[in-house]
């Protein structure tokens, strides 16, 4: 039997439906951050019904501007299959 990877809907047959992914990213901490934690980034795939979202959480995760964070958005989308 072959199974199916789904990204929507309702699974039938041989299909399998991702319904949520969870990653967390880390990187090291900016240049005024004392602690010695790093910095974590919570990216979870959510569907309240009418299609999937991102919800990102964190406490602080430092950019130097948009392209920056980029790679991190498209490495999710594509683990969710939404690229």
């Known amino acids: 039997m072959s199974v199916k990877i789904i990204n929507d809907g309702y699974p039938k047959d041989n299909e399998v439906l991702v319904d949520t992914v969870i ?5 090291d901490n900016d240049c005024t ?8 980034l919570t ?16 406490k602080g995760w430092s950019i130097s501007d948009e392209s920056d964070l980029m790679p991190i958005l498209e490495h999710f989308k594509n683990i969710c299959g939404q690229s």
């Open 23 to 27: 990653i967390k990213y880390w990187q």
């Open 43 to 58: 990216i979870e795939s959510r569907d309240g019904g009418g299609g999937k979202f991102f919800h990102l959480k964190t």
């Open 33 to 40: 951050e004392r602690d010695e934690e790093g910095q974590e």
